[in-house]
């Protein structure tokens, strides 16, 4: 295991370099840490983990693990693991001989005894030992993702990079998936740069989430950090179920702002409801989702979305008294005001 | 029949039907029958050729043709042989005839002076093809990856030049190869011979396998390369093995074209690095064309060709299959 290193790590694609994929990215991802990139569709997340794994040259800046710079060193010579977005099996390989592929790799001249002892520890590990024989493309899409994860695991790389590597999985297998996921990298003190859509994904498995967007890492902490002190109004959207609420500034007169504040970011936590016929809010209507309720509220013309409790007794069409508890301040360019 | 039977046979009849995966049992028919009837037309000449190579020489050429006749073993005879003609009182002091050829020949008066020229122009045929398809093949994998995968300097243009080389007629060509191969002293040699077809089955197959190859993703070489494999090796351990529907399909298709050139062949060739499609028509018996055994170097020949192709038949439908369901 190593530390990774990126320094104004920059790529662009397209003709004379049009397209901005990452944009001067720097980030220090320690010995055995795990680091969840987290960002929307086209930020680069992607092309980051390319860029570590050497399947694309930086345009600018410089990478290292373990200390060693890695320029002009070829992915093989790396020492990474990589679980694919896409494509993530040789299709003309069954299941054991897919995760035997990278010990039986020239670099790494293992005998066949230990590959196979190797290969069907990590089946187990995936839970996949009972497909070893199957042609991978006959699998599901949840077991060729694990057998991709266990072809990552086979190895003990200086970094593991994985491209949202649950994403066709069924929620429950996810949650499971996480958790083992989880486990394994603090059994093995692995180091993990993981990428991924899901927010609960980055809040459960991260010790830092790094967000990306267009190609720049905005802000990188702690979950906590992350969710609690958002960098600015875009770090503020990504996390939080429901979504933060954004009111313009003004629409609860009686809120003290700091000055220059365009913007109000209000999630649950930051709103306080009391049923009050002569409340200044009305419920929407209300979504059961079982273990909670989405409460869907109207303030004026803003609409807002809040979790409420089960046994809270409103109804559609309740008036109710709406008032916030230190949300927090977004400025004209969208940057969090303190 | 009892009602819940003929209640779900109805059901099932009336969703296929209307289903949209399963052709209806109609159109089945109609593709059936389509396909047979084109298969009938495509086979008669060559049950003909296969026919008139078991007749004898009168019954070949006899008007009306002949559909019933006595099979006749002269046709492969001759065409492996050659005879002279002697007077009977000789062949009559002769002893036995030592199997069926010998016997046949007699018969007309004739004996067996020797081999024919067919199994070594039969022999120089197979080197040709086969050699010319394993280079054209090879070299074209290899370029059709480096234009598939890498940023090649005007590569459109030089696809578009590769292709260029099959747009003229071969005997456009013919001549200034043939004074060019005089000079370099590969007229009429196998090597030769498999150079040209190469050259011109090296466009083909680039273009062919270039599309093959564009279809395998590039992740799995990515892969590949960071499990610590060469780019070389990802090449033979991942590329390759995906890849083998379409080398099959392009080693057919530059087969065929080998085996069967006859323009080259004939200009280029006369003696020792003849192939079989221009001396099968030049067997000539007494009295003009020995069709039997025209039709029998004929038959013989398309063996090679339908072997190979039926060894290549499973990856090729295999390939057919294993693309529809992936997309
Ligand atoms: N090979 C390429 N050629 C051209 N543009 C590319 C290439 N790879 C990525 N891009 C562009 O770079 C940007 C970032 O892509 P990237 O794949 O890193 O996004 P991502 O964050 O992984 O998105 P997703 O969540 O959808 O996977 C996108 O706008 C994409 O179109
Ligand atoms: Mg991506």
Redesign the pocket.
């Known amino acids: 295991m190593a530390d990774v290193v990126l320094k104004g790590v920059s790529?662009s694609?397209?003709k004379g370099g049009s397209?901005?994929?990452?944009d001067g990215i720097d980030l220090t991802i320690a010995d055995g840490e795990f680091v969840v990139?987290l960002?929307?569709?086209?930020?680069?997340?992607?092309?980051?983990?390319?860029l570590i794994a050497g399947i694309?040259t930086p345009d600018a800046g410089t990478i290292s693990i373990g200390g060693r710079p890695m320029a002009g060193l070829a992915p093989a010579s790396r020492d990474i693991a990589f679980v694919f977005?896409q494509y993530s099996l040789y299709p003309h390989l069954t299941v054991y001989e897919n995760l035997a592929f990278p010990l039986r790799s020239p670099a790494r001249r293992m005998n066949g005894a230990t590959i196979d002892a190797r290969v069907r520890e990590v089946a187990r590990m995936v839970r996949i030992d009972h497909k070893l024989e199957n042609r991978s493309t006959r699998l599901s899409g949840g077991e060729m993702q694990r057998v991709a994860i266990g072809r990552a695991l086979v190895r003990r790389p200086s970094i593991y990079l994985m491209?949202?590597p649950l994403s066709s999985l069924d929620a429950k297998l996810r949650g499971e998936l996480r958790l083992e996921l989880k486990r394994i990298q603090k059994d093995l003190g692995a180091t993990l740069l993981y990428?991924t859509?899901d927010q609960i994904e980055a809040m459960t498995m991260a010790d830092r989430i790094g967000i990306?967007a267009e190609?720049r890492l905005v802000q990188i902490g702690t979950p906590r950090e992350i969710y609690a002190d958002p960098a600015n109004l875009h770090v503020a959207a990504r996390l939080g179920q429901p979504h933060i609420n954004l009111l313009p500034v003004g629409l609860l007169p009686d809120v003290p702002t700091p000055p220059g504040t365009k913007t109000i970011g209000a999630r649950t936590e930051h709103i306080a409801l009391a049923r009050e016929a002569a409340g200044n809010a009305r419920v929407d209507w209300i979504e059961h989702l079982g273990d909670q309720n989405h409460l869907h509220i109207r303030l004026g013309e803003q609409k807002l979305v809040t979790l409420a409790d089960p046994d809270m007794a409103v109804s559609p069409g309740d008036r109710i008294s709406l008032s916030l508890k230190s949300p927090l301040y977004f400025g004209q360019d969208g940057q969090r005001l303190v | 029949m009892s009602p819940a039977k003929s209640t779900s046979a109805t059901a099932r009849s009336v969703t296929t039907a209307h289903s949209v995966v399963e052709p209806s049992s109609r159109s089945k028919r109609i593709a059936a029958t389509l396909v047979i009837v084109y298969a009938v037309v495509t086979m008669i000449p060559l049950v003909w050729i296969f026919l008139t190579s078991i007749k004898s020489p009168p019954d070949s050429i006899s008007y009306p043709p002949k559909i019933l006749f006595t099979p006749s073993i002269e046709g492969y005879c001759n065409l492996f042989t050659t005879r002279t003609r002697q007077t009977p009182e000789y062949i009559a002091s002769l002893p036995e005839p030592e199997g069926v050829c010998d016997a046949v020949t007699r018969e007309r008066n004739m004996v067996i002076a020797g081999p024919s020229n067919f199994l070594p122009r039969f022999a120089n045929s197979l080197i040709i093809a086969f050699g010319s398809t394993f280079l054209a093949v090879g070299l074209g994998t290899l370029a059709a990856y480096g234009f598939s995968r890498f940023k090649v300097p005007l590569a459109d243009d030089l696809l578009f030049f590769i292709l260029s080389t099959r747009m003229m007629p071969p005997i456009a060509v013919a001549i200034p190869i043939y004074l060019m191969y005089r000079q370099l002293g590969l007229s009429d040699t196998a090597l030769g011979m498999m150079l040209l077809y190469t050259a011109v089955n090296v466009s083909l197959a680039v273009w062919l396998l270039k599309g093959f190859i564009d279809e395998i993703p590039r992740e799995y070489e990515e892969a590949a390369m960071i499990d610590g494999y060469s780019r070389l090796q990802a090449f033979r351990k991942v590329v390759l093995p995906q890849a083998t529907t379409g080398i099959a399909a392009t080693a057919i298709f530059c087969l065929i074209f080998a085996w069967n050139e006859y323009a080259f062949a004939s200009l280029l060739t006369s003696g020792s690095a003849q192939t079989a499609p221009p001396f099968i028509p030049t067997i000539i018996g007494e009295g003009g064309q020995d069709w039997p055994a025209v039709a029998a170097g004929t038959t013989i020949f398309l063996v090679p060709i339908l072997v190979f192709t039926i060894l290549l038949r499973k990856q090729l439908l295999r390939g057919i299959t294993f693309g529809a369901v992936r997309k």
């Open positions: 790529k694609f397209g397209k901005r994929a990452v990139l960002g929307p569709t086209g930020a680069g997340k992607t092309t980051t983990l390319r694309e977005q491209d949202e990428v859509h990306l190609g």
